[in-house]
Structure formats: structure tokens, C-alpha cells
């Protein structure tokens, strides 16, 4: 073309726009999205972050009843839950595809799902994390490990990178990363969960719903600051890292007769193999890659009982589908576990032979005996429970429906079926403290949410048409509305006030260095502080109970019978026993008002968190 052709269209062009003919091209007529709904769709995702936060600033914490958090959140709460979810699904069905306004949406979904707790009570969540701060403190101060004081010496790594972050930055008190620990947790998640997702669906859309799907449905309350915590990021960290790197049979497919026909059936099954997220790197790079997946798991090893052994039948199962090409690593992931529990832990795996193998391969006990023992306690705590079963049932249902639609229409889905399957092959093990479905429920949910997307979405990398947005919408409607129930349904004992912070200060102020402290109930929030220097005991386990016994001055007055004791009882003690029916309903306030005039029972302090007795013994004068 000429320059004075190019000049003469250029002026028929401008004239066809004068006289009301032909525009130029515009994002409306090209097909693409304009700007203005990106910054529209930004907008409503921040007025829904705004309004989420003010509302869980009015909640008033003394209303929060047995049902938990719900009956005591404001209705703006959930129209600022409902502004994110309608944003997500509106971002996810543009034209265009903008990954940074998908974040956006998602990390407000986050810190509005999961930010409750530090917003309203400005405390740690669970009895657990003040004494994960106290074993950190322990260990800071001591510089050693006392394998014999409990379990969590025996696999300390989490504790002393606790300690290392304190001792870097000079922060001493980490009571602020464990109150914004559930937030700052999934945040964290976010980008494993991503690829992983990436690498297990059809195209990023997908990708994204399944990873919004997961914060919807991840209410099990592993999030806090926990080695279990610490090691479910790197656990997907590592298989992020496999998948996107390592994938791809580990052994020629036409080796012999097995791996031929291995990777027929296979094939037969699942013959889209996704891209998205794939990198091919240089040997010198997949070498750095290998390095760090073996100190991944080294890690994990060295801070947590479980999740390393989690890994171990997710990383068989990808391998046996095609999808990683590390023969070795996976038996690495058996070596490192079993090799710590017999020589690093061996002073816990002498004391706790029985507890370990006790009920290995008694898989009713290790499943229908523990969802037993779960399904007890008041009214409004068995609304929770059931709440939570039927969640954990939705998913499943339509992890199996997508399953089923991936094969029908040659989606990826093998991997993500076997991966979520994969970890309940630890059934047969052990209940692991009646925790087992709960911990395999979270292990298995990154990669059934992959499975969940597919009945709602297409294979095709368009925006969502209407009737799949809406669809969309009313699931992730029905999974975050359960999510706050299941989530927050035991809030009323797993939140704390500062009064009962000083209650536990004044005990420590009180109580000298080797003295017996008594919980009535396992439920409080001490330790932080001191972990080594008491003897901790406890009348009764916040676990529920089919046959409760009320509590006696008794088992108080034998404890402290030699040298005496101080026996404390706070109110998260007592929303433990009525919510779990540990002891019979208001049988701690009449062990408080039936014991604490006895003799030798004396009333060291009391607020409105709690009340301190001592109790004397007979080398103090009892």
C-alpha cells in the first residue's frame, strides 16, 4: 500500500465517520471488555471488603450462642459476603480474563470469610495457639529440646522457625501473627492452590473456581498457627511444584506388558493431559527443583506427625497416572517419616507404641467410632455437626458428578479423582485423636474442588453464560452460608476474651515456679508463656461424651493433696462443656459454688473471665 493510498482511506474513513457511517474500532465491537466494568467489578469487590469488616466490628461477642458466630452476625455481614461472591462470579464471566482482578476478588472473599475471629475478638483462635506460642517461647529461651515433655518436641521444625522469625525481626510477642494467622494462612495458600489447580483442569477459569470453591468449603479450622498449617502449604506447595514441573510417565510406556498397559488404561480414561502451568526447565534448573521438593519434605517431616504421610499416596497415585516422572521421590516420602519416627522420635514412639498402632487396620473405629463421638453434644452443637456433614457430602457429590462429566466429555479428571481419593488410604491407620476424617477431609479438598467446577463450567475458555454464572453463584451462595456455620459453629469455646487472658496472667503472677495448675476443662488459653515451668493438669477433656459424670471435689482435692494446687475455670472452659456435653449442663457452676467453700479452697482472684481457687495440700497446712 502507497502512502497516498493509505492517506485516501484515511480520509474516506473519516468522512464515512462524519456522515454517521462506520466507527472505529472500540472494546465494544471488538468483543473485548471494557474498562470501566474491570473498575466497576474492582469497586464492589473493595464496598464488599469496607462494609465486611464494619459489620464484624458490631458483632457483640457475649451474643455468639451454641449455634455459634451466625446468630450474632449483622445482616451486613452477609450482604457484603453476597457483594464478593457476585463479584468473583462476575470477574470470572467477563469476556476478558483478568487475572489480577480474580485475585482481587478472591483475597476479599478471604478476609471477609476468614478474618472473623481476629476482627471481633483480637485474639487467637483455639487453646492450641497460645501453646504453640509457648513451645516457640520454650525453645527461644531454652535453646534446646526436651523430647520427653511432650509430642511436639519430637517434631519441632515449625516451633523453631517460629523462634527464628522471632529472633530476626526482634518481635518477642507473636500473639498478633497468631491472631491474623488464618487470614495470612490462605492467603499463602493462594498460590499453590492456583497452580495446582492450573495443572488439574481444563483452562484457567476453571483454575480459578475451584480454588474459590476450596476457600468456600475449607471450614475444618487447620488454618491456625499449627505445624498442620505449615505443612498443608508446603504439602501444596510441593505438588504445585511436581505437577508444573516433573509431570509425565516416570518409565518409557512401552517398557513391558504392565507399563503398556498402565498407560492405555490411562490414556483410555483420561486423555487430556492440561498445559496450563507446564514448564519444561533446563537440567540445571530441575535440578535446583528437585533439591528443594526433598528439603519440602524434609521439612514437613521434621514439623508435623501426619501430613508427611498424606503425601506419600498422592505422590503414588500421580505417578501411576502419568503425571510425575520422579521415580525416587516418592520414596523418599516414605523414608524421611518412618526414618524420624524411629530415630529423631524415638523417646515419643517408645512411650507411645500403643496410642500409635493400637487400632491400626480397625477401620470402624478409625471412622464410623470417631464420627460417633463427634455427633453428641447440645442442640445447637448438633445443628453444626450435621451442618458440616452435609457440606462435606455436597462436595463429594460433586466431585464424583464432575468426575463423571470430565470422563464423558474428555476433560481432565483422572488426577484430580485419584489425588482426592488418595489420602484415605491413612483410614485403616489410626483415629488420629478422633481428628482423621477431619485432617483427610482438608487433604482431599484442593483437588476435589477441581472435580466440583466441571458440572458448572465448560472446557472452553470463554466467559460463563448466564445460566452457568447464576448456577455458579447459588452454589458458592450455599457452600459460604454453610462454611460460616461449620466454620464458626464452635466460636463460643474456640474465641477468648482479654478478661480470660487475665485471669491466666494472674495465675502466673500468682502461682510459683513447679506449683500444679488445674483446668477444670481442656480448654484454655494458657501456656503461652511459662510451658515448662508448671505441671499442667486437667479434670476433664473437651471431647464429647455419651455418659457425662458431674465433676467432684474429689478429683481437685486428690491432685492437689500433696503439695497443693490452683484450679482455675474460665468462661471458654465452660461454653466447652456445654457445647460437647462434657459434664452435665451447669455442673461447672455448681462445682465452683459446691467446692469453692470447702475447706482448705481458697478464691485467689475472679472476673468476668474467670475465677483462680488454691487449693491447699497437706505439706501447706491442709
Not at 472500540?26 to 469487590?45: F, I
Not at 525453645?139 to 520427653?148: E, F, T
Not at 483454575?207 to 505445624?227: C, E, R
Not at 485403616?428 to 484442593?446: C, I, K, N, T, V
Request: hydrophobic share 50%.
Amino acid at each position: 500500500m502507497t502512502r497516498e493510498t493509505a492517506a485516501s482511506l484515511s480520509v474516506r474513513t473519516a468522512q464515512r465517520v462524519r456522515d454517521g457511517g462506520a466507527k472505529p474500532p472500540t472494546d465494544r465491537n471488538l468483543g473485548l471488555t471494557p474498562s470501566w466494568h474491570v473498575n466497576a467489578l474492582a469497586a464492589v469487590a473493595a464496598a464488599a471488603l469496607v462494609l465486611g469488616v464494619w459489620s464484624l466490628t458490631r458483632v457483640d461477642p457475649l451474643q455468639i450462642g451454641g449455634a455459634g458466630l451466625i446468630r450474632a452476625l449483622p445482616p451486613a455481614y452477609f450482604i457484603a459476603l453476597a457483594l464478593s461472591l457476585a463479584g468473583f462470579v462476575a470477574s470470572l464471566s467477563l469476556r476478558r480474563f483478568v487475572p489480577a482482578l480474580l485475585t482481587w476478588q478472591v483475597l476479599v472473599t478471604v478476609i471477609v470469610l476468614d478474618g472473623a475471629d481476629p476482627i471481633i475478638h483480637g485474639l487467637p483462635r483455639l487453646e492450641a495457639s497460645f501453646r504453640h506460642l509457648g513451645i516457640a517461647d520454650n525453645i527461644a529461651q531454652s535453646g534446646q529440646l526436651d523430647p520427653g515433655l511432650d509430642a511436639y518436641f519430637n517434631w519441632p521444625g515449625f516451633f523453631d522457625l517460629l523462634g527464628m522469625l522471632s529472633g530476626a525481626t526482634g518481635v518477642k510477642d507473636l500473639m498478633g501473627i497468631a491472631t491474623w494467622a488464618p487470614v495470612g494462612i490462605n492467603i499463602l495458600l493462594l498460590a499453590p492452590l492456583l497452580a495446582l489447580a492450573k495443572r488439574l483442569t481444563a483452562n484457567p477459569r476453571q483454575a480459578w473456581a475451584a480454588v474459590w470453591i476450596f476457600y468456600l468449603t475449607s471450614w475444618v479450622g487447620q488454618d491456625y498457627l499449627s505445624p498442620q498449617a505449615y505443612s498443608f502449604v508446603l504439602m501444596l506447595t510441593l505438588i504445585a511444584c511436581l505437577l508444573s514441573a516433573f509431570s509425565g510417565w516416570a518409565w518409557p510406556t512401552d517398557r513391558n506388558r504392565f507399563s503398556t498397559w498402565l498407560a492405555r488404561i490411562v490414556s483410555r480414561l483420561d486423555g487430556a493431559v492440561p498445559r496450563q502451568g507446564l514448564v519444561e526447565p533446563s537440567k540445571a534448573d530441575a535440578a535446583v527443583l528437585v533439591v528443594v521438593c526433598s528439603l519440602i519434605l524434609l521439612a514437613m517431616t521434621a514439623s508435623h506427625q501426619l501430613s508427611p504421610f498424606a503425601v506419600i499416596p498422592i505422590m503414588a497415585v500421580l505417578l501411576l497416572t502419568g503425571r510425575l516422572r520422579l521415580r525416587f521421590l516418592p520414596v523418599l516420602a516414605v523414608v524421611l517419616p518412618v526414618g524420624w519416627l524411629l530415630f529423631a522420635a524415638s523417646t515419643y514412639l517408645q512411650g507411645h507404641y500403643g496410642q500409635l498402632f493400637g487400632s491400626f487396620g480397625d477401620i470402624g473405629a478409625n471412622t464410623v467410632g470417631a464420627l460417633n463421638t463427634r455427633v453428641s453434644g447440645s442442640d445447637a452443637h448438633m445443628f453444626v455437626v450435621y451442618t458440616r456433614m452435609a457440606e462435606v457430602a455436597l462436595v463429594w457429590i460433586l466431585a464424583v458428578v464432575g468426575a463423571i462429566a470430565g470422563y464423558r466429555r474428555k476433560a481432565p479428571w483422572l488426577a484430580a479423582a485419584a489425588c482426592a481419593l488418595a489420602p484415605l488410604v491413612l483410614i485403616p491407620a489410626q483415629p488420629y485423636g478422633g481428628e482423621l476424617l477431619l485432617r483427610l477431609y482438608l487433604f482431599s479438598l484442593p483437588f476435589a474442588v477441581c472435580l466440583a467446577v466441571l458440572p458448572l463450567m465448560s472446557d472452553r475458555s470463554a466467559g460463563l453464560s448466564l445460566r452457568r454464572a447464576l448456577g455458579l453463584l447459588l452454589l458458592g451462595s450455599v457452600l459460604a452460608t454453610a462454611t460460616v456455620v461449620s466454620r464458626y459453629g464452635n466460636d463460643g469455646m474456640e474465641s477468648f476474651s482479654n478478661d480470660e487472658i487475665a485471669v491466666v496472667n494472674r495465675l502466673y503472677s500468682t502461682a510459683p515456679t513447679g506449683a500444679v495448675l488445674i483446668e477444670a476443662v481442656r480448654n484454655t488459653p494458657w501456656r503461652f508463656q511459662h510451658y515448662a515451668d508448671y505441671d499442667y493438669r486437667a479434670l476433664v477433656a473437651a471431647e464429647p461424651s455419651h455418659a457425662t459424670a458431674p465433676l467432684t471435689c474429689d478429683a481437685a482435692n486428690q491432685i492437689a493433696h500433696k503439695s497443693g494446687a490452683y484450679l482455675i475455670i474460665t468462661e471458654s472452659q465452660q461454653e466447652a462443656a456445654d457445647l460437647r456435653g462434657s459434664t452435665p449442663p451447669g455442673d461447672l457452676q455448681r462445682f465452683i459454688a459446691t467446692c469453692g467453700t470447702n475447706p482448705g479452697w481458697t478464691k485467689v482472684f475472679e472476673n468476668a473471665g474467670g475465677v483462680i481457687f488454691h487449693i491447699e495440700g497437706v505439706s501447706n497446712g491442709n
